[in-house]
């Protein structure tokens, strides 16, 4: 079955780093976008970061333009995000998504996800 695997998060201050893992199964991972999505408690699911199939282009929300950076390895099956500069407001739980659709402006039409996520706290 399609699955996909987050990991890395934890608690960090404010001014730290912190770098996602996703590992995806079940599916051609090298023939889809992937982005990250996050969910705060208090703010519903935020479109974060995209990238195309081959990994050659990137996209960003205006919130986390210049701290963070997405990168993937397909022949691992695997989606990065390398978080810096953390503010208490990246607080949420972080999910890997796949998408039909890259754009270099903003989020995909679609994107579909699975798993648990990974908890990523920032506070002093």
């Known amino acids: 079955e399609v699955q996909v695997v987050e990991s890395g998060g934890g608690l960090v201050q404010p001014g730290g780093s912190l770098r996602l893992s996703c590992t995806a199964s079940g599916f051609t991972f090298s023939n889809y976008a992937m982005n990250w999505v996050r969910h705060a408690p208090g703010k519903g699911l935020e479109w974060v970061s995209g990238?195309?199939?081959?990994?050659?282009?990137?996209s960003y929300a205006d919130s986390v333009k210049g701290r963070f950076t997405i990168s993937r390895d397909n022949a691992k099956n695997t989606l990065y995000l390398q978080m810096n500069s953390l503010k208490p407001e990246d607080t949420a739980v972080y999910y890997c998504?796949?998408?039909?659709?890259?754009?270099?402006?903003?989020?995909?039409?679609?994107?579909?996800?699975w798993g648990s996520g990974t908890q990523v706290t920032v506070s002093s």
């Open positions: 990238i195309n199939r081959g990994g050659g282009s990137t």
């Open positions: 998504a796949k998408s039909d659709t890259y754009s270099d402006y903003g989020p995909p039409v679609q994107y579909e996800y």
